[in-house]
């Protein structure tokens, strides 16, 4: 008889009622009967205001599904109550504003199992509105990919994720509570099971979907997000050089790197893809320089618009 193999999906979630569609898509995923799915939901908001939309769609799902009230606006607190709970083989994360594809969850335990892998990372791909500007979608600037160094991939993100539970490196790994509101606990996450030996994978068909909505259909968005992202390799860069003399070269170069986008930006300003996506790197550039200078991380996670519209951002 083939053991069975425990998969909990998790989702963390504050203030999105489109936890109903993420849900509403996983009752459609393809599984294997050896397979013995559940699903956690972690509601970080101060008040437990996902249950009721939770437990609702629980009603004939074909998967248990459990929820769990993690308060209070920090992504690190709810990521860590999901780890704290799944008691399986394996873990997979899922924003809560992503739909899944049906052979999602095939295509991760595949790859998984094919490499041995630690964790394996999938891709996102962006939906656009009418709205969205053209050389947004030219160029595809939301959509997700992990990023390979030499052949390898170094971190990964929890957007579209799967972690092997069973593996030493996981087996008491948690996110960084300290980066709960500014981001980049999954960066600094995954850095760590890389940097523990771990071997990290990418399901190229593994595929979830995000509708991007106006309010990050926007150039200032973007770059924002990449500087606050640029913060995080920049702070994971201060705790690996330790003299002097290797953080003045990380500068260095990484004011080259910067000098070199922002002038790509001037030279191709003339292509309305190419100019922004220069930029872009730059700011991601000027964002890791901010954290080698000792600069504060902005924050990202629980503030609030004026319209009363929660600004999460995975």
Not at 13 to 31: A, D, E, N, V, W
Not at 95 to 110: A, F, G, K, P, Y
Not at 140 to 154: A, C, K, L, Q, Y
Request: net charge positive; aromatic share 10%; proline share 4%.
């Amino acid at each position: 008889m083939v053991p069975e193999t425990v998969i909990t999906i998790c989702i963390c979630t504050f203030r999105r009622p489109q936890i109903t569609l993420t849900l509403g898509s996983l009752s459609g995923i393809k599984t294997d009967k050896s397979w013995n799915v559940n699903v956690i939901v972690a509601d970080n908001d101060f008040t437990p205001s996902a249950r009721e939309l939770v437990e609702a769609s629980a009603v004939g799902f074909p998967f248990p599904i459990r929820y769990i009230h993690a308060p209070a606006s920090n992504i690190s607190i709810a990521r860590n109550a999901c780890l704290g709970a799944a008691k399986g083989d394996y873990l997979a994360f899922i924003d809560d504003d992503e739909t899944v594809t049906t052979d999602w969850l095939i295509e991760l335990m595949n790859v998984a199992k094919k490499n041995n892998a630690h964790a394996v990372l999938g891709p996102v791909r962006a939906i656009f509105s009418k709205d969205s500007p053209n050389w947004m979608v030219q160029g595809n600037f939301h959509s997700t990919f992990p990023t390979f160094v030499n052949g390898e991939i170094i971190t990964g993100y929890t957007c579209n994720s799967l972690l092997d539970m069973r593996q030493p490196t996981l087996s008491e790994l948690r996110f960084d509570i300290a980066r709960g509101k500014s981001g980049g606990e999954d960066t600094d996450f995954f850095d760590r099971i890389y940097s523990n030996g771990g071997r990290i994978s990418y399901a190229e068909n593994a595929w979830v979907e995000e509708i991007v909505p106006s309010s990050r259909a926007s150039l200032k968005w973007l770059a924002t997000r990449r500087y606050r992202s640029g913060q995080t390799h920049g702070k994971i860069l201060l705790k690996k050089k330790k003299q002097a003399i290797a953080r003045a070269y990380a500068f260095l170069i990484t004011s080259f790197k910067a000098a070199y986008c922002f002038s790509g930006a001037a030279l191709t300003v003339f292509s309305p893809v190419s100019w922004r996506r220069n930029y872009i790197r730059g700011a991601l550039h000027i964002g890791v320089l901010s954290a080698l200078v000792g600069a504060q991380e902005i924050e990202q996670y629980g503030a609030t618009l004026t319209d009363g519209k929660n600004t999460n951002a995975r």
